[in-house]
């Protein structure tokens, strides 16, 4: 079934600097977002690992060079909406701050979003939550600067940030406003060098998944097909390297390429629905503390491999048939060398078939860990599965289908 004509509203495209030293630039732009008076430049970071790499103290230095003095704030885990109250209430009582600097990955960017935008605003987060809140926010938000480390969420080019907590009665939800899109983004391949491999693995899988998910999505504007077509480009050609060391390339470039195509992958969220992988994620991370890439790493290739499997029985969504198709040929022609690829030239049936087999030796060669790692197990599934949504998936996926996907991973 041909996708019918929608009308396309991108907003504004954060300022953007995309290359390996572009945190050179956080001086200069930070200063231009000061204004007159004597408020600080809050920095949201991890616990630990810029610190450790030796790059937090130069982003400190750069950020106090502007004379602004600067508070500090550390996410150690994925951000809730507590977390958010409290940084917001330890800055009340001294001069309001005029800019939010994000550096590190998903969790953090979230966290410094949810921040920027909770400053400006009364009553607690948990309020302004979707799916559990009951006030929706002005869009009244600090303008914030992303730096992403991990290359994985997108979050820097995305209008939500996800809070949650993990538990019985626990949730994931968003705080969203298309206010709330990062002002500017420092894209620097560099501050990824030194990640550990399992977490290179799972943001690159996390960004591929939001790719792909968005590139099939039935209600994604057409005029982000070639971005998204390019952000797979850049993920299939440099994932390898980063996270399994298959490749050729030298890491730093792999690692810039990545920096791009997770960022393309936020512009992909903001802009469409996500699909099946992202429907296990939410509820699997409300209910067990598991990251969210490992969940994507993890359930990609069994979902994608039920989803061709029901396109290609159906028959009836030819553009989505045919977006699978082409998405297995930029699979192919980005390969590194000595990767297996599908016959010259492929039939659409091939190269569908290649991208989901290909995708299933990626997530053995990256070696996620099984879930059950985490603590779900088949209670946990049942008590999931109706929380579980494809929606937007191009599949329809029935639940038994489902249930045997997450079992299949466990």
Known sequence: ???????????????????????????????????????????????????????????????????????????????????????????????????????????????????????????????????????????????????????????????????????????????RHPAFKARAVILDGELAVGCPRLTSAACGMDALTQLLESYLSPVSPPLLDRWLEWGLELAF??????????????????????????????????????????????PLGARVSVPHGVVCGTLLAPCLRESVAWLEADGCDAASLRKLACAGRIFAGAAPPGMRKPPEPAKDGESRRYLVETLADWTERMEFPPLRRYGVDEAIVDELLPRISNRNNPADLPPDTLRAVLRERL
């Open 1 to 175: 079934m041909d996708r019918p004509a929608l009308t396309t509203d991108l907003g504004y495209i954060p300022r953007l600097a995309h290359a390996p030293g572009a945190r050179s630039l956080l001086r200069g732009w930070a200063a231009g977002f000061r204004r007159s008076g004597s408020g600080p430049v809050v920095f949201v970071t991890g616990s630990d690992s810029l610190r450790r790499r030796g790059f937090e103290g130069p982003l400190l230095d750069a950020l106090r060079a502007t004379g602004a003095p600067v508070e500090v704030f550390r996410v150690a885990a994925e951000p809730s909406d507590e977390w958010v109250d409290a940084a917001r209430e330890s800055l009340r009582g001294g001069p309001a701050p005029f800019l939010v600097v994000a550096a590190g990955g998903g969790s953090v960017l979230d966290a410094g979003k949810a921040l920027a935008a909770m400053v400006t605003e009364d009553g607690p987060t948990l309020a302004f939550l979707e799916g559990v809140g009951h006030l929706a926010p002005s869009g009244s938000c600090l303008p914030w600067i992303a730096l992403p480390t991990t290359a994985g969420t997108g979050s820097e080019a995305t209008h939500n940030a996800v809070l949650g907590r993990a538990g019985k009665n626990g949730f994931k939800k968003s705080l």
């Open 237 to 282: 050609r440099s994932l390898p390297t980063v996270a399994a060391g298959t490749g050729v390339r030298p890491e730093i470039e792999c690692r810039h390429d990545l920096a791009m195509a997770a960022f393309l992958s936020g512009a992909g969220l903001a802009h469409s629905n996500l699909g099946t992988v992202h429907g296990f994620a939410g």
